[in-house]
């Protein structure tokens, strides 16, 4: 199937209040977000057309946007018609939601207390992160050599577009390896993350993952722990290091994005994927899906 770059594809974005044509929906090559990193932004799925957790995800953006010091010119009332409004325009019944804020190009320096606050949410069509045969096997992460930095040196609490960048790098590695992803450790050597999920360890059935200390606590991660706690499962929220990733039966990441993925290797270590990561599975997408169909 051809794959279109985004830049050419058809369609609207909601950019600063009006719908703009696709191709038309551009910025200044010399705007302050790609230069210095002032910008933030969401990811969200859509399920049958209805939009998952969209409140929680718009308070998240405004969060980012403050801890940036960014004043979003819109209230999050109107960023939420917004995202309704775009996937309708759009004909969205599964797929994807970006809504991205940027300073813009008044000043090119430094400080930009002048630059304009910009706004856009784009939506696509977009089934799976993973393919198929990826999320029945389990996909594979390599440990990367970049490490999430500590919250007194960035915020790591946002959804920014500057933690990104070792991100990008880990999984470019990690993929010129043979392997899906990256697994991220922390400045402490502690277990994280992948690039952008949040890792859960099955061990002797009760399921642990990583606090989120230099790193977002995921939506889907909150939510997926409460399915599990929910079904009696213990949850345990604690430093795990590197160390302890071969005592897990099963791991498995979630995310907006990656939903509850499977993971079925790390470096040389393998994993099968097993009743809990299953089960999980099953119950997020019942939850978040009303016209999941579970086939077992």
Known sequence: MEIIPFDKRIGFIWYNGEFVEWQNATTHVLNHGLH?????????RVYGEKIYKLEKHTDRLFFSAQRMGIEVPYSKDEINRAHEEIIKKMNIKYGYVRPVIWRGSEM?????????????VATWEWPSYFTKEDRLKGISLQTAVWKRPPPECIPTDTKAAGLYMICTLSKHEAEKNG?????MLDYKGRVSEST???????????????????FLNGITRQAVIEIAKNQGIN???????????SKAEEIFLTGSAVEVTPVGKIDNQNFKVGD??????????KEVDPN???ND
């Open 196 to 214: 952008g999920s949040n890792i859960f360890l099955v061990i002797n059935d009760e399921i642990h993952t990583p606090v989120p200390d230099c």
């Open 108 to 120: 090119m320096a430094i400080s930009a207390q002048k630059n304009k606050i910009n706004v856009a």
């Open 276 to 285: 809990i990561t299953t089960k999980i599975s099953r119950l997020y997408m």
């Open 36 to 44: 210095y990193g002032s910008c933030v932004f969401e990811g969200l």
């Open 179 to 183: 392997y899906t992803d990256a697994l």
């Open 235 to 245: 949850v345990i929220e604690r430093d795990i290091y590197p160390d302890e990733i």
């Open 292 to 294: 999941y169909e579970d």
